[in-house]
């Protein structure tokens, strides 16, 4: 897999199956961290098909996804129907986040679950103008992977190899020193390493590691 190919192509190939690519639940890890906060405004990057931000709607947010795939918002959509959640609470569009320019103060949450690539995503760049798009109070809330799941081969997912770039895992803190925000108008709150358990694909079970970064708008 080359960096030089096509997002939007590679991500259409992705869902392109006639089964969806995830299990529709919400990331147990971004559910913790958001849990209890009162309902506003939140987007979702790369909502994929739409397992977050159903859950969010269902907690009473007025909840978008963005995603690149037309073929992930199309079933992002179809699941939030099923659930009977009209497009006042959950809301989908299809989106290149590379061009996206939200209003500045527009929402009150930011959600990143997962937001990685291995072909083209200038993604701090991208973090950092959704962190603009909080309110004051608001929060930005990243997931990444920190490791590879036990049952990967390790050269699956870090540096470079005949097939091209891998996915960069992050700590937390590596996350927030990417992103190098301003201090004087936002606030770390969380930065840390997180264990869930999961199944690989092969009925395997194991712990995955995740790093979760919470940061607040200040000003």
């Known amino acids: 897999m080359s960096s030089e190919e096509d997002p939007l192509a590679h991500w259409e190939q992705r869902y392109a ?50 995603d690149l795939s037309p073929t992930a918002v199309a079933r992002a959509r179809e699941a939030a129907s099923a659930r009977e959640l009209g497009p006042g609470s959950a809301r989908f569009e299809q989106c290149d986040l590379s061009a996206w320019e939200p209003d500045e103060a527009s929402y009150d949450l930011v959600t990143a679950s997962f937001f990685h690539s291995r072909v083209a995503l200038d993604r701090t760049r991208i973090l950092r103008r959704a962190a603009r798009a909080l309110a004051p109070e608001g929060l930005l809330v990243v997931v990444s992977h920190a490791a590879p799941p036990p049952w990967a081969q390790a050269h699956d997912h870090e540096g470079s190899g005949p097939t091209g770039p891998r996915e960069q895992m992050l700590t937390a803190q590596d996350e927030a020193d990417e ?18 358990e999961a199944d690989g694909p092969d009925r395997q079970h194991g712990h995955l590691e995740d790093s979760l970064l919470i940061v607040r708008r200040t000003a």
Do not use: K
């Open 179 to 196: 992103l190098a925000l301003d201090p004087s108008a936002w606030a770390v709150e969380v930065a840390e390493q997180r264990e869930r």
């Open 17 to 66: 199956g006639a089964e969806p690519v995830w299990s529709g639940r919400v990331n147990p890890t971004l559910a913790a961290a958001v849990a209890g906060l009162p309902p506003g405004r939140s987007v979702d990057l790369g909502c994929g098909e739409g397992g977050d931000v159903i859950w969010l709607a269902q907690q009473g947010w007025q909840a978008l996804g963005l």
